[in-house]
């Protein structure tokens, strides 16, 4: 399908079913090439991100069969009930899978597909993070007592998006996040259980809304905005907010 993405290849983690699937949809319906991958049926290619040889072998094959990686977009994610009063068997199996999904499988791709990036001369790393972490005020961050896993391995994100958006906005490649709150996916809908009623799940944002404005996020070029957490609730309109005057300091 031709469209403003034509001629890019993305990658996008964890892209077996909801957020993963509506951003790979989004990015092929605007022309990208894209391909996925996950430990679950329905994605390209099966990859634990949380595995450094699983991650080298994905970027690997990507550019082997299409030549280049220009957008790549960090989705892989995995939430668990946690608290400091778990057992420690279960607080250092909670914290390993959080930690090894979210925060290494992130760290691995970003390091893989730099480097291409900057052979391509230029390109967009999307990281994708939650509310927890981006709140506008008065809203307080944090998922609350339930979530210090979670939220431990979500904060680590902006150290990596702070810096990585530094060292490679001289090579034109953009790194920003997107912080998104309750979003009809499966793994929100897992996570709450019998609590997701029908009411409460009107509430939550829609995928493909969120992927519309990823779209618009890319669109913006070389010279679009970077090192940016661009958050979105579900009580608020799903928009691209205006872009900053700068975003880049030494």
Excluded at 24 to 49: E, K, Q, S, Y
Excluded at 114 to 123: D, K, L, S
Aim: aromatic share 6%; hydrophobic share 40%.
């Amino acid at each position: 399908m031709s469209g403003p993405l034509d001629g890019q290849v993305a990658v996008v983690t964890g892209g077996a079913r909801g957020l993963g699937a509506a951003w790979a949809t989004a990015l092929r319906d605007a022309g990208a090439v894209c391909v996925t991958c996950d430990i679950r049926d329905g994605a390209n290619v099966h990859c634990d991100v949380s595995k450094p040889d699983d991650v080298r072998a994905f970027v690997d094959t990507v550019v082997a069969d299409h030549g280049g990686i220009d957008i790549a977009v960090a989705n892989a994610g995995t939430i668990r009930v946690t608290s400091p009063l778990d057992p420690w068997d279960k607080a250092i199996d909670d914290f390993e899978a959080q930690i090894g999904t979210n925060t290494r499988g992130t760290y691995l791709l970003g390091r893989a597909v730099a480097p291409i990036m900057v052979e391509r001369g230029g390109g967009n790393i999307i990281i994708v993070s939650t509310d927890h972490v981006y709140r506008p005020a008065p809203r307080p961050t944090g998922g609350g007592a339930i979530m210090d896993g979670y939220d431990a391995s979500k904060w680590a994100l902006r150290g990596l998006a702070e810096a990585w958006a530094l060292a490679l906005s001289q090579h034109k490649i953009r790194v920003n996040e997107l912080c998104m709150g309750a979003t009809d996916a499966p793994m929100l809908r897992e996570f709450m259980g019998d609590r997701a009623t029908p009411e409460i799940i009107a509430t939550w944002m829609r995928p493909e809304d969120l992927a519309r404005v990823m779209i618009e996020l890319i669109l913006e070029g070389p010279d679009g905005r970077t090192r940016t957490q661009i958050g979105f609730w579900p009580d608020l309109p799903v928009v691209l907010p205006p872009r900053p005057a700068s975003s880049i300091s030494s």
